[in-house]
Every structure is written in structure tokens, then in C-alpha cells.
């Protein structure tokens, strides 16, 4: 089986400090991980994705991920935070093995950056 | 510009009614999906469809029916069996069901009991 668990509903960051959305995982094979954002009334946007190779994902919008095997974790990063990353974001995994086909979503995690 | 377009944004069903939700796309997706989406919930897989004239049940399929009849559209129905079908419900696709390439979303339907 196949599972995600972003632990906080809701991270406060000010203006052009870093953020972090955490995300860990776990499935029996290898992991694909994607993040998504979703504004208000509004469906999601894929933003990067972990297949294989580097551990260090680069994305749109300035936002970066770190695939970390060992500790099952696949954390969200930005260097400077902006008023306008503020929505709420998704963590997904997919099991690589033959036969696990649909993504599992996490529950989400609210980002607000404050200016 | 290739995309998924859902209709209508907002709907509205009394109760004993069935409605209809639809998810249209150009990408030239085989495979389709529908969520549900409640606060704090995160998404929750009601069908999902591999290809034209095959769907298969989600996590939540009770209350909901889906056709596949073409590959450009996964229609979603809520019956009146669905006792609580308040929430904002997503369509999705992608180039195959194993693809290791994200899923596209559509803007939702946001549906409303009256």
C-alpha cells in the first residue's frame, strides 16, 4: 500500500523568509512524488515532480523539493517566500511497481505568507 | 491551448435529483479521473477510466456513475443515492493510468445542496 502524510495543516511564513511544506511517504517499491498548488475556487497546478535521479527537484515558480530516501520524505522548499505563493498545496505519491497505478494525495497543507 | 474544461463551475441539486458534472479534454489523455474534495480532506478517487468504454470504482464510487463513451469526455453523475454530495469535485487526466507524468485538473465544479 501506498500513503502520504503532510503533518501540518497550515504553515505561517513572513515575506521573503524561506518556507518549507513537508511531505513523507511511504509505498513498498520506488516512489514517484509530485507537489501541486491549488488557489481558491480553483483546480490544481502541477508544480515538480521526483522520478529518479537527483535528489534535488527544481520547479516552477522558484520552488525546489528534496527527495530523501532514508527518511522517506520529500519536503517542499522556496528561498524567499512571497505574498503571493500563499494557497494551498499537495503532496502526491505513486508506488513505481507494476500494478500501483493512482496517486495518493495528501490532506494538504495551507501556506500563508504574511507581508 | 490544451486543457481540461469542467461545467458548470457551480451547481446546485434538490433533493431525490440526480445530477450531472462534465469534464471535457484536448490533451489526448487515455486516462481520466474524478476526486471529491472536502475541507481538510484532501482528494478522495471516486472513478477513474483507462481508457474509452472502461472505468473502474475509486475509493468513494457509492452514490456516483461515470461513462466513458468517448475518449475526450468522463461525465460524472451524483445520484440521489448520494446523501451528502456537498463539495467541490475535481476531473483529471493524464497520458496513461501508469504514466509516471503528473495529472492534469480541471477548475472544479463546486456542487450545493438547495
Known amino acids: 500500500a501506498q500513503s502520504v502524510a503532510q503533518p501540518e495543516d497550515q504553515v505561517n511564513v513572513a515575506e521573503g523568509n524561506p518556507l518549507t511544506v513537508k511531505c513523507t511517504y511511504s509505498?513498498?517499491?520506488?516512489?514517484?512524488l509530485f507537489w501541486y498548488v491549488q488557489y481558491p475556487n480553483r483546480g490544481l497546478q502541477f508544480l515538480l515532480k521526483?522520478?529518479?535521479?537527483?535528489?534535488l527537484v527544481k520547479g516552477s515558480y522558484g520552488f525546489e523539493a528534496e527527495f530523501n530516501k532514508s527518511q522517506t520524505s520529500f519536503h517542499l522548499k522556496k528561498p524567499s517566500a512571497l505574498v503571493s505563493d500563499s494557497a494551498l498545496y499537495f503532496c502526491?505519491?505513486?508506488?513505481?511497481?507494476?500494478?500501483?497505478?493512482?496517486?495518493?494525495f495528501g490532506r494538504g497543507t495551507s501556506l500563508i505568507v504574511h507581508p | 491551448d490544451g486543457g481540461i474544461t469542467q461545467s458548470p463551475k457551480y451547481l446546485f441539486r434538490k433533493e431525490g435529483q440526480n445530477v450531472t458534472l462534465s469534464c471535457e479534454q484536448n490533451?489526448?489523455?487515455?486516462?481520466m479521473y474524478w476526486y471529491r474534495q472536502d475541507p481538510g480532506q484532501g482528494l478522495r478517487l471516486i472513478y477513474y477510466?483507462?481508457?474509452?468504454?472502461?472505468?473502474q470504482k475509486g475509493d468513494i464510487a457509492e452514490g456516483y456513475s461515470v461513462s466513458r463513451e468517448k475518449k475526450e469526455s468522463f461525465p460524472l453523475t451524483v445520484t440521489s443515492a448520494q446523501k451528502n454530495p456537498t463539495a467541490f469535485y475535481l476531473c483529471?487526466?493524464?497520458?496513461?493510468?501508469?504514466?509516471?507524468?503528473?495529472?492534469?485538473f480541471g477548475d472544479g465544479t463546486r456542487l450545493s445542496i438547495l
Open positions: 521526483y522520478i529518479t535521479g537527483d535528489n
Open positions: 483529471a487526466s493524464s497520458d496513461r493510468v501508469d504514466s509516471n507524468q503528473p495529472q492534469h
Open positions: 490533451l489526448n489523455h487515455d486516462a
Open positions: 502526491a505519491v505513486r508506488d513505481a511497481k507494476r500494478g500501483s497505478y493512482i496517486p495518493t
Open positions: 509505498v513498498s517499491g520506488n516512489p514517484y
Open positions: 477510466s483507462q481508457i474509452v468504454n472502461d472505468f
